[in-house]
């Protein structure tokens, strides 16, 4: 069964700053990962899709890299600004049987971006 | 832009009643997957459609939650009898096919007294 952990679990930091969220998974058997923006109360926005093949995705000021051999992904925000505060969250779709496609989220990353 | 809609954004309801939630989603997205999320946890899904067919409802607790998509497009799922532990977030999201980019619609807040 795939576990998605991510680290930290909540992160406070000044405007500007450059910050890197962790994700890991256990089963390396994925086609893609995707990072999702949560803000409170709301549904989840698609930040980021990566694909196995792709070591690095790029959106604005995100970058999302891969190490599916050693089930690990980053997220990392420049310049980081207050509206950036929200939960951040990865997941990874199963790869086969009767699931196929169905996401396991991990817990999320608390992020407050104070001025 | 196209967006997976859901109504009723929030729901209040006593323990026992029925409630039911409408998921559409964006035009021409074959799969349809309904999430279900606990406060401060991540999305856990409860059913998978790929067009009108149930791809798995393995964690759909059937005696009593229900889900259909009979024409393949737009999609309800119900509770009924709601219980305390039912209030949660609700989330329907969108797919071209099984292999691709998941779209999240707003979700339905669901409280239960």
């Known amino acids: 069964k795939q576990e998605v952990t991510q680290i930290p679990a909540a992160l406070s930091v000044p405007e500007g700053e450059n910050l890197v969220l962790n994700c890991s998974f256990t089963d390396s058997a994925i086609y893609n990962l995707q990072w999702f923006r949560q803000d409170p109360g709301k549904g989840l926005t698609s930040l980021l899709l990566i694909q196995s093949s792709q070591r690095e995705q790029t959106s604005g000021r995100l970058n999302a890299s891969l190490d599916k051999s050693s089930g690990r992904s980053t997220l990392y925000i420049a310049a980081s600004q207050p509206g950036d505060s929200a939960t951040y969250l990865c997941?990874?779709?199963?790869?086969?049987?009767?699931?196929?496609?169905?996401?396991?989220f991990g817990q999320g990353t608390i992020l407050t971006v104070h001025p | 832009e196209a967006e997976v809609a859901q109504s009723p954004r929030y729901k209040i309801t006593e323990k026992s009643q029925a409630v039911a939630f409408w998921c559409d989603p964006i035009s021409g997205h074959a799969t349809l997957y309904w999430y279900r999320q606990i406060l401060g946890q991540g999305p856990e899904l409860l059913v998978q459609?790929?067009?009108?067919?149930?791809?798995?409802d393995s964690q759909l607790p059937k005696d009593r939650f229900s889900a259909e998509r009979l024409k393949g497009v737009d999609s309800t799922l119900k509770i009924q009898p709601a219980e305390l532990g039912d209030s949660a977030m609700y989330l329907c999201?969108?797919?071209?096919?099984?292999?691709?980019?998941?779209?999240f619609g707003p979700g339905t807040r669901l409280t239960v007294l």
């Open positions: 459609f790929q067009d009108e067919s149930v791809v798995d």
């Open positions: 997941a990874v779709p199963d790869a086969g049987g009767t699931s196929y496609g169905k996401l396991t």
């Open positions: 999201a969108s797919s071209l096919g099984l292999a691709n980019e998941q779209f």
